[in-house]
């Protein structure tokens, strides 16, 4: 009998957890020094919450749990024909951090002080079919702002990508765009009620080239005088002025256009050149966002997003609280450790094993006694210590096990040693090797 | 339709997250220093993996993760009558971590350098009757060493509960036990076969008294004379020295007996004495532990225990591999948690919510635009900062976020003290107010 665990979810060592970690305080210290405070939510939310909110697909790899009772016995009185899923199951887990969010905010929102900056870093699951960089467990990583209009909200969050991408050491490309130049396109193409294909294509801009959007636009049934009308904007190459100029210019016509555009000049008026890419071809899930979109790439990987969010105006109004503007950006902690690993970037980091500093290795009884004095002082001294736990004749069998848990110090405590009052210190990846007193070595390793 | 979350489940704000965090971030650095590193398994388990680990009350109280896939098909095709509960659920939600702890150790044995010092701090789920205190989520925190039988390893878990319990600022009692004492005991009194009766009887002293225990003892069917000889042992009342006589003279013909006494032995004197209390009444789900038991609780709170563990012997066995000695403890987040509360230990220590240091306020979007310049350089001088996001005349109701949010400082920049290069610098608890340069504000601030 093999123990294994479910497909698609994983064990975290020692090692992946220290680098995983890396990563999440980068993230939380970045979020606190911003103001956004931390919440969590349960893992399992009733299903009421959940169904209808991600679409038929959502729904689909919803992780529903079996109601606790005699669930055979309620099949059995109902009849195979009558039951239904509902029977089985009232409550699912977690699918993404913003449904419980809204739920949360709506629960709340008498002890919440408004604008609610806050940020949530758990798991969520998803029974999709596992693959190379997907999971059906993995952790997501937002910071939401609910109740502000302002777009210093916008610019914030946009500071904060950078901060959180260059602590990691990451290059990257923040792709902006907003919902209102794309309503703004689809109705100066005569088009408004096929905004959604619209932005569907133009989406896939990067993945199907240009003769593929437009293929797409086609078979969508978009009529060829709007697809004409959007060739300057999928063919445009140039700098954000240019681009921006093209919008007023196309956008004219259109209140909810120009409107899209005042709000990128006026986010962009906040921040230094370069702080972001103006994609009007970024759409990430469109139904949802009403202003800016965001979505971060990281350079020299071929991997999806590490990075991505926008503004909504009526995430709350599904439970019953409308009229609430919010914006927010969700970091896939996963991705992001991934596109490290693929760069090296925790070698490049020195983000090495969470293991102990010190190993204090003895001969006998009497001292490994001396090194369990020895360790109390080390660690009042905050230096992560451990004494060999077993009495073992061979030393080299504790210089292994220093060794392979990559514990850069090894301290030798001998009978004459203990004596003496001096104990040798030992660097690891030297090799070199010196006499100290305890005083010196709390010094030496503090 | 108001949302709510499922019974026995909670949400958490940023006050409280602050105050959980503190306890996670106080146990986290002591297990650090004592050189035990962080792991992490899936939320799922397989039930496989689960199933017959936790007795049969144990395998009710599971949650089980609905299949995914034509569940309701699945059910017609076999018939209500032929359905079992392994056609609908395959998976279930962690129960504790100890048993993961044993799959992972099974799974990776090959990569793990034994000894092997782990924690774990997630939450796990059991389908429990909610009540006051009892969760059906809730997180556990957990210590241990696999793979070593040395004595130190209990040592050094007793210094680590105490240095938590120190930097929680709580007093608590840890009374220690030994499994091998109470086979011992058994043995001598005749009654070897019926010692989980026995512990079971004198692990509930200190609820239902001496009589109690008695009751018990004959109800069980123990005899008058085993009964009889247990009796200096329950009503034993005196010091450490004295019970270890009372235990040498009682187990003398117990070689398992005496083994036990001598573990004790080694271990108080590898320790300060007060250390721990011996408790020979003291059992903890008996059939698990194989040598010392441990259990904490809080001074001055009636509430059950805040901390406890104890050795196994073969605790991977239930997975395939044999002989593996492990000792670890558990600690009970939300019950420390709740002692911290009853005793006003987070005022005591200081831990507000997770608020920012300062808030900086203006009047219009060009002060706004200052604040923004000024917030960059304290967020770059590590100052957790907010600018308040929307544009408003009314500075009260930007103050009254700042008071809401126990922000303790605020900034208010006028139109004047932007021209001058002065802002006032407000501390919301005396209520004084100063004016200061940027450069003057970080230093006040850091």
Redesign the interface.
Known sequence: ??????KG??????DE?AKR?FIFDTIREVF????Y??????????L??LEGKYGDEGD??L????N?GP??LT??S????Q???AD??E?G?RYDLTVPFA??V???QN?I?F?F??YQMQ?V?R?DRPQKGRY??FYQCDAD?IG???L??E??LV?MIHEVFNKLGLKVVLKMNNRKILTGLAEVVGEQDRIIDITVALDKLDKIGIEGVNNELVEKGITADAIDMLQPIIKFEGNYNEKIDLLKNLLMSSNTGRKGIEEVEEIAS?LTAGSFELDITLARGLNYYTGAIFEVKADGVQIGSVCGGGRYDDLTGI??LPNVSGVGVSFGIDRICDVMEELKRFETLGIR????KV?LTHFDKNT??YC?GLA?SL?AA??????Y???TKKIVKQFE?AN??QIPFVVVVGEEEMQRGQVNLKNMSTGEQHPFTPEQLIEQLV
């Open positions: 009998m093999k123990p294994s665990i479910p979810t994983r064990d975290f060592s020692p957890m970690n606190h020094r911003y103001g405070q931390g919440i969590e939510t349960p893992a399992m939310e009733n009421t919450t689909k790899l992780f529903r749990v079996l606790s669930v055979l099949i059995q109902k009849g195979a024909d039951i239904k899923r089985l199951a409550k887990l739920r949360y709506v629960m709340h002890e002080t604008p900056k806050r798991p699951w029974a059906r467990e702002v502000s209009p302002s210093v909200n610019v914030e500071l906040m439970f019953g094993t969470s293991s102990s190993l490994q006694k369990m109390s660690r905050g230096i992560s210590t451990e004494v736990p077993d009495i096990y392979k848990k």
